[in-house]
């Protein structure tokens, strides 16, 4: 066989899949997942691990249905889900109304940032579960500690990234602007926001990741529903098919809310994307 | 660099211990043993280094919350002795943990008890319908709350019930976002004197057929490995036991000393724990011999069928699967004069 036709084959391949439009990193993803499951049921089903560690993909399987039926203690997945959706959400949300005009505000006086950043600077890297037990002792055991672990995780990226996006703005667009004869509010519409969107959407990104690492830490005391506490509690009792189970429901939501940040990215900052 | 080298020396140490363990016994390395944070005779053990002066080797002692974080560290394969309660010897035997319990650590007593705060006027179990209650999942304690509260005609679910460890509970009891914990000292101790009264405790429980303890386990591969030195580790624990029930006044001192507790506190903590001196572990009412095992065999089963029907466990084994786990021949070799 010749070069030439090796090319042609090539070519064809390639056109082939760009009539499905799927380009060759979505299929080097794809044949990833398929390999890693297969490995998962070769393993299993060889006994080549002890099912504690790694149970065959069919008892996953099974747990996910007898959860999402009927439930693990009481409460079936999807009100797992809810539970904890609702607590990142609350706590996300929260974050982004105060930290992102907050971090403006630090990037535009150097005073507000003075009296912010410390404190910020101090608690971030703090452990999350040493963090917890301090909020239980202040706020109690119910969802307000929660939420509020969740708030404090998300709020460094946000105000961060939105400090940066602000000391960030090139004064020459400022300056022309103000040439040009743009008032406070055109300033801020049209000069502002789009200078400072790219920089703040990508902190959003990163702050929604981080509150949720930081989910099963706050969901560890005292909880009696949620993704986090479900597979805590079902560790305990080394039902590891309830905790595999939990885990990759807990990466595809954490996917699925990654992708709607994008969006809301795409959306907010159209310009970035053409 | 070093530590690469060091991961390479460990692994050809690894290569080269393999293929003779198949011979004669060898000597382990070194130990590792799980601790629970309860008084008992291991902290002797641990306090005067009994096992390193029995078995020669270097012993490294971990400290475990509770049983079942011992199971998850059983379970990745970290160490080589440890301690866990009934509910999670259950647990881990229905679960096809590769552990044996070899000797009996303590009966439980008024060291763990169910406390409830005074002004709820909780004056039994029937009270607590619709109140806030914790206690640490997976434990003696969270068995035996259950059990009370249905002994005593309440539906378990009618009472909230959460998952505290026992110093996260003592938080709660202060913040009083709870009404009552069924935990162990030294916690219990300072929700007694936060306003706090005993309701039940493990020994009541005990009485009314319930007991609870904890054993010392040993993992299956090395008590196959190294037979001797199990039966060697297993003298040093009965040496230990000894020293509690003969020395009891400096046993509170060595126990305080090593939880860094009043002396006070380490007292009350002993008198709520029974210690069972070896010669009377290889009865009816504990392991019992290697021809007819005891009553833990009892107590694990019951334990297994609980979890099951409280959903806890998704099935019960055969009741050879907890005979099994039972293993009283280190003793009775220990015992041998």
Same mark, same amino acid.
Request: glycine share 8%.
């Given at each position: 066989?010749?070069?030439?036709?090796?090319?042609?084959?090539?070519?064809?391949?390639?056109?082939?899949?760009?009539?499905?439009?799927?380009?060759?990193?979505?299929?080097?993803?794809?044949?990833?997942?398929?390999?890693?499951?297969?490995?998962?049921?070769?393993?299993?089903?060889?006994?080549?691990?002890?099912?504690?560690?790694?149970?065959?993909?069919?008892?996953?399987?099974?747990?996910?249905?007898?959860?999402?039926?009927?439930?693990?203690?009481?409460?079936?997945?999807?009100?797992?889900?809810?539970? &904890? %959706?609702?607590?990142?959400? #609350?706590?996300? *949300?929260? +974050?982004?109304? =105060?930290?992102?005009?907050? /971090? !403006?505000?630090?990037?535009?006086?150097?005073?507000?940032?003075?009296?912010?950043?410390?404190?910020?600077?101090?608690?971030?890297?703090?452990?999350?579960?040493?963090?917890?037990?301090?909020?239980?002792?202040?706020?109690?055991?119910?969802?307000?500690?929660?939420?509020?672990?969740?708030?404090?995780?998300?709020?460094?990226?946000?105000?961060?990234?939105?400090?940066?996006?602000?000391?960030?703005?090139?004064?020459?667009?400022?300056?022309?602007?103000?040439?040009?004869?743009?008032?406070?509010?055109?300033?801020?519409?049209?000069?502002?926001?789009?200078?400072?969107?790219?920089?703040?959407?990508?902190?959003?990104?990163? &702050? %929604?990741?981080?509150?949720? #690492?930081?989910? *099963?830490? +706050?969901?560890? =005391?005292?909880?009696?529903? /949620? !993704?986090?506490?479900?597979?805590?509690?079902?560790?305990?009792?080394?039902?590891?098919?309830?905790?595999?189970?939990?885990?990759?429901?807990?990466?595809?939501?954490?996917?699925?809310?990654?992708?709607?940040?994008?969006?809301?990215?795409?959306?907010?900052?159209?310009?970035?994307?053409? | 660099?070093?530590?690469?080298?060091?991961?390479?020396?460990?692994?050809?140490?690894?290569?080269?211990?393999?293929?003779?363990?198949?011979?004669?016994?060898?000597?382990?390395?070194?130990?590792?043993?799980?601790?629970?944070?309860?008084?008992?005779?291991?902290?002797?053990?641990?306090?005067?280094?009994?096992?390193?002066?029995?078995?020669?080797?270097?012993?490294?002692?971990?400290?475990?919350?509770?049983?079942?974080?011992?199971?998850?560290?059983?379970?990745?394969?970290?160490?080589?002795?440890?301690?866990?309660?009934?509910?999670?010897?259950?647990?881990?035997?229905?679960?096809?943990?590769?552990?044996?319990?070899?000797?009996?650590?303590?009966?439980?007593?008024?060291?763990?008890?169910?406390?409830?705060?005074?002004?709820?006027?909780?004056?039994?179990?029937?009270?607590?319908?619709?109140?806030?209650?914790?206690?640490?999942?997976?434990?003696?304690?969270?068995?035996?709350?259950?059990?009370?509260?249905?002994?005593?005609?309440?539906?378990?679910?009618?009472?909230?019930?959460?998952?505290?460890?026992?110093?996260?509970?003592?938080?709660?009891?202060?913040?009083?976002?709870?009404?009552?914990?069924?935990?162990?000292?030294?916690?219990?101790?300072?929700?007694?004197?936060?306003?706090?009264?005993?309701?039940?405790?493990?020994?009541?429980?005990?009485?009314?057929?319930?007991?609870?303890?904890?054993?010392?386990?040993?993992?299956?591969?090395?008590?196959?490995?190294?037979?001797?030195?199990?039966?060697?580790?297993?003298?040093?624990?009965?040496?230990?036991?000894?020293?509690?029930?003969?020395?009891?006044?400096?046993?509170?001192?060595?126990?305080?000393?090593?939880?860094?507790?009043?002396?006070?506190?380490?007292?009350?903590?002993?008198?709520?724990?029974?210690?069972?001196?070896?010669?009377?572990?290889?009865?009816?009412?504990?392991?019992?011999?290697?021809?007819?095992?005891?009553?833990?065999?009892?107590?694990?089963?019951?334990?297994?069928?609980?979890?099951?029907?409280?959903?806890?466990?998704?099935?019960?084994?055969?009741?050879?699967?907890?005979?099994?786990?039972?293993?009283?021949?280190?003793?009775?070799?220990?015992?041998?004069?």
């Amino acid at each position: 066989m010749s070069d030439v036709s090796v090319g042609n084959l090539e070519t064809s391949i390639v056109r082939a899949v760009r009539a499905f439009r799927v380009s060759p990193e979505m299929l080097l993803t794809a044949a990833t997942i398929v390999a890693l499951t297969l490995l998962w049921f070769t393993l299993a089903r060889l006994k080549l691990v002890n099912p504690l560690f790694l149970p065959p993909p069919e008892d996953v399987w099974r747990a996910f249905v007898t959860v999402l039926t009927k439930g693990y203690q009481g409460s079936r997945l999807d009100q797992h889900l809810v539970a &904890s %959706l609702s607590r990142i959400l #609350t706590g996300y *949300v929260l +974050a982004c109304l =105060v930290g992102i005009p907050l /971090g !403006l505000l630090m990037g535009l006086s150097t005073k507000v940032k003075a009296v912010f950043d410390p404190m910020i600077e101090f608690y971030r890297p703090l452990p999350p579960l040493a963090l917890y037990t301090l909020l239980v002792m202040w706020l109690g055991i119910g969802d307000l500690s929660k939420v509020t672990l969740l708030f404090l995780a998300a709020l460094p990226p946000l105000t961060i990234s939105a400090m940066q996006a602000a000391r960030g703005i090139d004064r020459q667009y400022v300056k022309a602007a103000l040439c040009l004869g743009a008032g406070r509010r055109q300033l801020f519409r049209h000069v502002f926001v789009p200078a400072c969107l790219p920089v703040i959407c990508t902190g959003m990104r990163i &702050s %929604l990741g981080f509150t949720y #690492t930081v989910l *099963v830490a +706050a969901e560890i =005391v005292a909880a009696t529903a /949620g !993704l986090g506490w479900m597979v805590w509690d079902a560790s305990k009792f080394l039902l590891s098919d309830v905790v595999i189970m939990g885990l990759i429901v807990l990466g595809l939501t954490g996917l699925a809310l990654d992708f709607l940040v994008r969006r809301a990215e795409r959306a907010l900052t159209p310009w970035r994307f053409q | 660099m070093i530590a690469r080298l060091s991961i390479a020396a460990a692994l050809l140490a690894f290569a080269v211990w393999i293929p003779t363990a198949a011979h004669a016994e060898d000597k382990p390395a070194g130990i590792t043993i799980g601790y629970l944070n309860l008084v008992n005779a291991q902290l002797v053990s641990k306090a005067l280094g009994l096992h390193e002066k029995e078995m020669g080797v270097p012993v490294k002692w971990l400290k475990f919350g509770s049983g079942g974080d011992v199971n998850n560290a059983v379970a990745a394969e970290q160490l080589d002795f440890g301690g866990v309660g009934n509910p999670p010897a259950s647990i881990g035997v229905t679960r096809d943990l590769h552990y044996q319990a070899v000797t009996v650590l303590n009966m439980l007593g008024s060291v763990e008890a169910l406390v409830v705060r005074k002004d709820e006027h909780i004056a039994s179990l029937k009270d607590l319908v619709g109140k806030t209650a914790a206690a640490p999942f997976g434990s003696t304690t969270h068995y035996l709350f259950i059990v009370a509260l249905r002994n005593a005609g309440v539906t378990p679910t009618d009472v909230k019930l959460l998952d505290m460890s026992p110093s996260d509970a003592v938080a709660a009891w202060l913040r009083k976002d709870i009404d009552a914990a069924y935990v162990w000292e030294p916690s219990l101790g300072r929700m007694v004197q936060a306003g706090g009264e005993i309701l039940l405790d493990s020994g009541k429980m005990a009485a009314e057929g319930y007991p609870t303890w904890d054993v010392t386990v040993v993992m299956t591969g090395f008590a196959a490995k190294y037979p001797s030195y199990v039966t060697k580790f297993v003298k040093s624990e009965c040496a230990a036991i000894d020293f509690w029930m003969t020395k009891p006044a400096e046993t509170a001192e060595l126990v305080a000393k090593e939880l860094g507790l009043p002396l006070d506190d380490v007292k009350r903590m002993m008198a709520g724990t029974t210690m069972v001196p070896c010669a009377r572990q290889i009865t009816a009412d504990y392991l019992g011999t290697s021809a007819q095992k005891g009553k833990f065999v009892d107590t694990l089963v019951a334990t297994a069928t609980f979890l099951k029907e409280q959903g806890r466990l998704p099935a019960v084994k055969e009741r050879a699967a907890y005979e099994r786990f039972v293993n009283p021949s280190f003793l009775e070799a220990a015992l041998k004069p």
